[in-house]
């Protein structure tokens, strides 16, 4: 994919039916946003999105789309009071839905909480705020899906 110059292709999906008919097209990604509590759950803003909440979003698109690699975002209050916080959040959030990679927000502030054991086996992705930050997190995004596609399992640490 990376290698073939292709462009990586996801959508935000909350639901088991969606994350069928995707898993049947050509797209690479799914992430299952906690904007999900807006539009599943019927919240004003994503504030009072819970892990549990999150957790079930994510594991119904995964039943949904087991073929692809799938994205959960970690709902506010989950990962910002400390990196020990953040990796048992995360930990439980990935053993329970199966996501392949959890997503962050909050920047460099948030890249901390990433600096992980070489025994957790999952993957952090930190929104940075800017768009050159995007487009690194798009590239490695498209390594990672291929990383999938070959049926190997990977480990990012960022590097300071």
Known sequence: MKKDKNKVSWLTCYDYSF???LN??????ILVGDSGGMVNLGY?????VTMDEMITLTSAVRRGAPDKFVIGDM???SYEVSTEKAIENAMRFAKESDCDAVK????LNMVNQVKLSPKVEFLFLVILD???????????IGLLVEQRMSKKRYLMTPKH
């Open 130 to 140: 800017s768009p050159r930050s995007l487009q690194i997190h798009l590239v490695v």
């Open 75 to 77: 709902p506010k209050g």
């Open 24 to 29: 049947a097209s050509d797209l690479d990604l």
């Open 19 to 21: 994350a069928s008919a």
């Open 104 to 107: 962050l927000e909050g920047g």
């Open 44 to 48: 004003k803003n994503t504030n009072p």
